[in-house]
């Protein structure tokens, strides 16, 4: 495993992005594409949600697998042989939590919310635009 020294790592994080993410835009691409219109980064909903379908009530978040814990019993083992593994538990086990948490809150207000992982955008796309669709599809067919 290669060791980066702090000047580097800091680099790196600095050049992590919150918002036009290479999936968030891949995802949004594909939705245009099939014709729906939505909201980026939608400021009056609790999280922020990357992509919104206000027709539909839908939140879709797009979660990059490290900072939202996926795989997190392998993940927290990696990171607890870490050099600063306890922060970044910390920090990981936060955003679970604060998705958690905005997920109750987004439901508790009529919304649906969809999170994908950033891999699985990257790889399946379609698939990912499958599933909005039948989500879609179960709405308007309960209106």
Same mark, same amino acid.
């Given at each position: 495993m290669d060791v980066l020294t702090k000047e580097q790592r800091r680099k790196n994080m600095q050049r992590i992005k919150g918002k036009n993410t290479s999936i968030e835009v891949r995802l949004c691409k594909a939705l245009w594409q099939k014709g729906y219109h939505y909201r980026k980064n939608y400021k009056e909903l609790p999280g922020s949600p990357d992509i919104v379908l206000t027709k539909?009530? &839908?939140? &879709?978040?797009?979660d990059g697998e490290f900072f939202h814990g996926k795989d997190w019993d392998k993940l927290k083992a990696r990171l607890e042989k870490g050099e600063k593994g306890e922060?970044? &538990?910390k920090k990981i086990t936060r955003n679970? /939590?604060?998705? /958690? /948490? &905005?997920?109750?809150?987004l439901m508790f207000k009529g919304w649906t919310v969809l999170r994908f992982w950033g891999d699985e955008i990257k790889k399946n796309t379609d698939e990912c635009v499958k599933a909005i669709e039948e989500v879609i599809f179960d709405i308007s067919m309960g209106e």
């Open positions: 539909y009530k &839908i939140a &879709i978040f797009c922060y970044w &538990i679970m /939590e604060r998705d /958690e /948490e &905005i997920n109750k809150q």
